[in-house]
């Protein structure tokens, strides 16, 4: 698994403004992880049926109420990403 994130205000449609991150920290309620993990759950089920075909999946388009919070994606790795 590799980690990458942009910085806040660096805009979203520039692909070089991704970076590997070390660590990430989710400041969180404990509701909120409850529904990041109704997300979860799932795109990892659509990653194994959709196998390679699969790109990346967004938090926010999965489950109400995440519009405003910091882009949350799932993508697929590649073989040698894992």
Known sequence: MKIYGRIDGSG????TSLRRLAEVTLVATPNELRRIDIFL???????ERMGASHD??????RVDGFDAA???VVAQASSGDA
């Open 56 to 61: 990346h999946e967004h938090l926010s388009d």
């Open 41 to 47: 759950s799932p795109s990892a089920e659509t990653m």
């Open 70 to 72: 910091p882009g949350f």
């Open 12 to 15: 979203f449609d520039a692909e």
